[in-house]
């Protein structure tokens, strides 16, 4: 015969499941409300970005000219900003896109902050419009949307690459700015002032001379020196087979002899 189970083990196990129970559902409220929250939040925040820092103009928000209102970069660079600058930048590029698919007449409710967020990777126009609404239709997650997303940028045409001569001097003219401003770079503190910092001040000064020291190290790398090595010699090969077979080959000089 079995052991019948006190009441005392079957009122346990009942309110240990009441109690997962009672976790499952508040795991499941909390996440919708700070998700709405989370949504709400960050819309409002790139709309906000959006109108006082580039006028309401998505062009300019999304463009890479330097020249852009040098003022977001100024708030970005801020300590006291809570979020971080990547973050913020997604906020603003996502506000822009709502600009476009609300210009476009485009009912996106029924997609959360991650989906449109993931959209941004794609340019405005009716492929992106497409899998909006394939996206609405299929009920798909944000996972399944970034695979849709990114089999589709799969397919478009890569970017021609630069040619090794502007490469070169780009990186040359970037290096020789990196080099003159940490050249020039004061870094002597009196440690007095440093003393008199909060400690989250400390902490930001400690982590930005370590990055600074990194970055240093990075640009100093042997790996990459190696590397320009290796190209050197590559190009010095190429110069003496070149050369090579012009001496084996060399071009006719002169006017041709005029058939008589």
Not at 11 to 34: G, H, S, Y
Not at 132 to 160: F, G, M
Not at 222 to 245: F, N, P, Q, R, V
């Amino acid at each position: 015969m079995s052991e019948e189970k006190t009441p005392v083990e079957i009122d346990t196990k009942k309110i240990q499941v009441d109690d997962e129970k009672l976790i499952d559902d508040a795991v499941q409220f909390i996440n919708e409300k700070a998700n709405e929250t989370l949504y709400k939040g960050s819309i409002e925040i790139g709309e906000y970005i959006l109108e006082h820092f580039f006028n309401g103009d998505p062009k300019l928000a999304s463009s890479k000219n330097p020249k852009k209102p040098q003022s977001f970069n100024n708030l970005c660079d801020r300590d006291d900003l809570i979020v971080h600058p990547n973050q913020l930048g997604l906020m603003v590029r996502v506000a822009s896109q709502e600009k476009y698919f609300i210009e476009k007449e485009i009912d996106t409710t029924a997609l959360s902050y991650t989906h449109k967020a993931s959209l941004v990777k794609m340019d405005n126009g009716l492929k992106k419009n497409n899998m909006v609404k394939k996206c609405i239709e299929k009920e798909w997650t944000t996972r399944q949307l970034e695979d849709a997303i990114k089999k589709h940028l799969n397919t478009l045409p890569s970017i021609p690459k630069p040619s090794l001569i502007r490469t070169t001097k780009k990186y040359i003219t970037k290096i020789d700015e990196v080099l003159k401003t940490v050249k020039d770079a004061d870094l002597d503190f009196n440690a007095n002032d440093v003393s008199e910092m909060s400690d989250a001040r400390r902490d930001t000064l400690r982590t930005n001379l370590t990055d600074l020291k990194n970055k240093i190290e990075e640009i100093l790398d042997k790996e990459i020196s190696k590397k320009c090595g290796k190209a050197l010699e590559e190009l010095t090969k190429i110069d003496e087979e070149i050369k090579a077979e012009k001496k084996k080959n060399p071009a006719k000089r002169g006017r041709l002899a005029k058939k008589k």
